[in-house]
């Protein structure tokens, strides 16, 4: 069964510094989406990505980060000057865009952030 | 505000007794409501939602409108049912929108 890939699973970066967290969201999949979750509360939504825009973001999802996809296959989360307080786990999921209430998000395993 | 509330933290039984794992909702309009599950070291997992009234896994979960809740339940918990529950509000209907967590509630059940 097709899944949803995230690389790398482990990053530690210094404040201050850019990252970029990659996903491989499901190849027929048209709906893209990041989620963070920091230790200990919810998981957020973070922005949701369609036909190569953004559909939604949240006030969380501010100048600092950025999504991209590169490519037929990659989409990816920019976050341009790190802070310890973006330490979380990030979690990339795709949807294929069913109707209505069946369209089903595929979470990846994510990846974790650590801000020094 | 939209909102989705899951009181206990962790629920803790023995194999057999019977599950359930609170979720209470805020939400002015006709909500989709799913649950997903993340076994341990593993991705979060679609479990059920609400608009297809399935069965998965012997759990079930009823929409009730009026005391806006989406219990999950199970009538004979089994040890490999122990994972994170996190109920899950999607505000509007189809692709490209966001799904609001609850906090997830731990359920771990003992032999």
């Known amino acids: 069964e097709p899944e949803v890939t995230q690389t790398p699973s482990h990053q530690v970066t210094q404040m201050g510094q850019e990252v970029i967290l990659r996903c491989v969201p499901i190849?027929?999949?048209?709906?893209f989406y990041w989620y963070r979750q920091i230790l200990g509360q919810k998981v957020e939504f973070l922005v949701s990505?369609?036909?190569?825009?953004?559909?939604?973001k949240s006030e969380i999802f501010d100048d600092q980060f950025s999504v991209e996809r590169p490519d037929g296959s990659n989409f990816t989360l920019k976050i341009r000057s790190t802070k310890l307080e973006d330490s979380a786990m990030y979690f990339c999921?795709?949807?294929?865009?069913?109707?209505?209430?069946?369209?089903?998000?595929?979470f990846g395993p994510g990846t974790r952030l650590t801000v020094l | 505000a939209q909102r989705v509330t899951q009181p206990e933290k962790l629920l803790s039984v023995f194999k057999g007794a019977p599950v359930e794992l609170k979720c209470n909702y805020s939400y002015s309009g006709s909500p989709e409501l799913f649950w997903y599950v993340q076994y341990s070291r593993q991705r979060l997992q679609l479990l059920l939602r609400?608009?297809s009234r399935e069965s998965i896994k012997g759990f079930t979960a009823d929409l009730n409108k009026g005391e806006t809740s989406f219990h999950l339940k199970k009538p004979f918990a089994q040890e490999e049912d122990s994972a994170m529950y996190y109920c899950?509000?999607?505000?509007?209907?189809?692709?490209?929108?966001?799904?609001?967590f609850g906090a997830g509630t731990r359920l771990a059940v003992h032999p």
């Open positions: 999921a795709s949807s294929e865009g069913a109707a209505g209430a069946l369209d089903t998000q595929y």
């Open positions: 190849s027929n999949h048209l709906y």
């Open positions: 899950a509000l999607r505000p509007f209907s189809g692709g490209y929108n966001k799904l609001i």
């Open positions: 609400h608009i």
């Open positions: 990505f369609y036909n190569n825009e953004i559909s939604e």
